[in-house]
């Protein structure tokens, strides 16, 4: 190891380095920070996300706590979801895009750099259960009207959507999710027209009776949809690309409570609507079998075009955190497309199984981690906000392994588990998703007021030699290309020479030379 009191001099740049735009067009700068000069324009973003909008799955997942609780406790549960998914993806969604990190990477301020390893793998899985869910409706529905083999079709549905979600945000899913979604505007009221004529108006779908349980009706619903708090995962991942000064249209329009009122409300109470009149369970195929009976061909297209839109989102993070992980874990840098190949191998093969079997069950294990997870970003943002430069720190040279706060996360996920899994009291089991994100809040407060902290204070920062840390460029010492100063540092192990976020965090001769130091 070579140390020296003077570092290398800085190659510096204040235009974006070619051969990282070109890159960037498919890999969205899934292992770096956003620079300014890459985000997405307002409704560019507002089209990627909203693709979220139209998943199958928002009909179903309604019409499952209708049936539990009865339709006015689950309106009540939509509203305050909404409520409560607003106020949280206003603060996360301004935050991305101030910092322009994603979940990995503000994971690794959370829990130390060997810590945040878990969350993309976890989130990753979590966007590949989804994208099987969505894919299996896709299938079935094929097969319902089509006939043939399903496993044939479930074929069909990953192999289609693989291609869609290799181009980036601003560079393709933009513009297919803006086409897209009138045609499924278009098709939901089609589909609530053709129920009407064809069955008359269920003059009691707002009124069924709600079952008796140990919770209010409106409590056992809203915890049903907190079972999808991974939306707020999701948030962070496309907020990072949006403009700061468009920070109040996301956080309101985009990513807050204007989306969750379409999102949760409208499908929700259309989900309702169908299979009350339609007088089909709310079973995973109900919303499928009566779209199919409202609208007959143009049912199965209407479903076609919801979970494509939905696919491109569940399969473009779920290979951008598989991406992530490798790079972490097993140093293992591929290009996205690889990732994307990858993800859909891996949701083929779970289609294959019998996935609905343990599918929610896998859900609500990694719910609580998600749980646990966003709790922890909340008090983080509230209690730390930034290290410097409006940044929290997350260059992995300046970082220990592991924080108090990776403890934290694990002991408040393995009580949400345990929870969830004992049968000795079945209420403490439905409360689980708030027991765990109070206990993971209140641990890692005291984390971070009582632990030791995470950050190793080190000299010698890129930061300091350049005016302005989002326009000026520095040029990598081992990948060769430049990145915006906020992301870069400096290589006790190369002599001090500039080393970006992800060449370093995969680089153990820094992390031995970094320890050397101290």
Known sequence: MTVTSQPAELDLSFEDDPRVVKEAATEDYSTHVVPRSWRAGRWSLAMAWWALFSAMFWLYVAV?????????????????????????????????????????????????????????????????????????IVAVTFQQYFGGNLKLWYLFAVLYALPLVIGGVRAWLDKLNGVLLPFYVLGLIAVVIA???????????????????????WLTSYLIYMGVWIMMMYTIDYARLGRVEDARFH?????????????????????????????????????????????GFFGVLLIFVSQTRINTANYYLASTNLESFAARVFRLRLPRAVWVAVA??????????DVLSYLLRALAWQGVFVTAWVAIALVHIAVRGADRDGLPEFRPGRLAPLSAGAGAWLAASAAGIALTEQKADPTLAQLAPLITVALAAVLYYAALKLAPSALR??????RDEVEDVWEARIACHVCDRSYVAVEMDRDPS???????SACAAESPELARAVSAER
């Open 344 to 353: 859909g191998c891996i949701a083929y093969l779970l289609m294959l199984t």
């Open 251 to 295: 956080g309101t329009v985009t990513f807050g409570w204007v989306f969750y009122a379409f999102t949760f409300g409208v499908n929700g109470l259309i989900g309702i609507y169908l299979l009350r009149a339609w007088n089909i369970s709310g079973s995973e195929t109900g919303v499928v079998e009566a779209v199919i009976k409202s609208l």
């Open 64 to 136: 499952a706590s209708a049936d539990a609780v009865g339709a006015p406790a689950t309106i009540a549960g939509m509203v305050l979801s909404t409520a409560t998914y607003g106020a949280v993806n206003l603060v996360l969604s301004r935050y991305a895009a101030r910092t322009g990190l994603t979940v990995a990477l503000l994971s690794r301020r959370l829990f130390g750099t060997l810590g945040a390893a878990l969350a993309p793998l976890i989130f990753a899985a979590t966007a590949l259960y989804y994208g099987v869910f969505e894919g299996s």
């Open 457 to 462: 204070v080190r000299g010698d920062d890129p």
């Open 494 to 500: 190369a002599a001090g020479a500039a080393i970006c």
């Open 195 to 217: 129920a009407t004529v064809k069955q008359g108006y269920p003059t009691d779908w707002l009124h069924s009776a709600a079952a008796h349980g140990s919770l209010p009706g």
